[in-house]
């Protein structure tokens, strides 16, 4: 279907780009346009003015600092799986990067877009809580942190408010280990469930598809028994939809969630 007319503002500046949103509350921030294109030939949004992003240069890339790795939200998927700093410093986001969807959504794709439009079965949010990153918000105001673990805050559902933008993602150091693993519809398919986890002294796993936003979930060792429990207590109340019903989506978490302790534990050794 074709797009309904839309208003396009391609700003070289974060301050103009803000700007923007701010003056229109009908703006829409474009990055990769891969889901908001979609849900706009679709009519299930209808922005009266799109943002594009792609010529800010201070949302790109990927920077090496003290403390470990800065994402630019506008880094797309594949400089995220392929990013050498990344490789080195926590290997778990380009591994999971590397596994989204197909090449050309990779390319196209942001991180920024990707933990913006929250969808509860993407692969970088449960990552991005386990391994403790911060997200960074531009607004009128300035610019303010939100840990992971506050910034998704239901379906479609972000910390970030009207007029704001996610300028930037950072990523600490590894000090353990890190894990991640999924089963999907078919080869590349979007997730059934997920689940990462970091060990680092404490055992933190996420869970993703189970819930509106990762489920974050602390548990006493990395070993299967206490992941399961864990798991278990959750209480999870899972949708279910055609590709899956609800207790298998749980039967997968608790799955998932000690595939993926495994792995972070083999890393951290
Ligand atoms: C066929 C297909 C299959 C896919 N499969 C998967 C999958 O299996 N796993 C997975 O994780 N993802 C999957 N995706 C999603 C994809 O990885 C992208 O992350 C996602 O489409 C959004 O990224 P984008 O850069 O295209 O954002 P856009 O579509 O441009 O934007 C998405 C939303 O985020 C907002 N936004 C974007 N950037 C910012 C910002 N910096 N600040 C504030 N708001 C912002 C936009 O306003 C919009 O509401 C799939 C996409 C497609 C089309």
């Known amino acids: 279907m074709l797009l309904a007319s ?6 070289s500046s974060l301050d103009e780009a803000l700007s923007l949103l701010a003056a229109n509350p009908n703006a829409r921030a474009l990055a990769g346009g891969q889901t908001l294109i979609n849900v706009m030939k679709a009519r299930i949004a209808a922005p009266e003015l799109l943002v ?3 010529a800010i240069p201070e949302l790109r890339g990927i920077q090496e600092t003290d403390n470990g790795l800065e994402l630019g939200a506008m880094a797309t998927c594949t400089q995220l799986a392929r990013h050498e700093a990344v490789h080195r410093e926590r290997p778990i986001l380009a591994k999971v990067a590397a596994q989204i969807a197909d090449v050309q ?24 809580v386990a391994v403790g990153a911060t997200m960074s918000i531009a607004g009128a105001s300035g610019i303010r942190l939100v840990p992971a673990e506050e910034f998704f805050v239901g379906v479609y559902l972000t910390a970030v408010g009207p007029g704001e933008l996610l300028t930037g993602i950072s990523v600490p150091r590894r000090q353990g280990g890190d894990g991640f693993a999924s089963v999907t519809i078919g080869a590349d398919g979007t997730c059934i469930a997920n689940a990462a986890a970091t060990v680092n002294g404490s055992t933190r796993i996420v869970l993703g598809c189970v819930a509106a936003k990762p489920v974050l979930l602390e548990a006493p060792s990395a070993d299967e028994p206490a992941v399961r429990a864990v798991v278990d207590d959750a209480t999870l109340d899972p949708p279910s939809d055609v590709h899956a ?9 608790a799955v998932l969630a000690v595939r993926a302790a495994r792995q972070a534990t083999r890393e951290a050794a």
Do not use: F, M
């Open 105 to 128: 959504v990779r390319n196209r794709g942001t991180v920024g877009g990707n933990v913006c439009s929250n969808d509860p079965t993407n692969h970088l949010p449960p990552v991005l």
């Open 6 to 11: 839309v208003e396009y503002a391609r700003p």
């Open 52 to 54: 594009d992003l792609n």
């Open 245 to 253: 019903p609800a207790a298998y989506r749980r039967q997968l978490a």
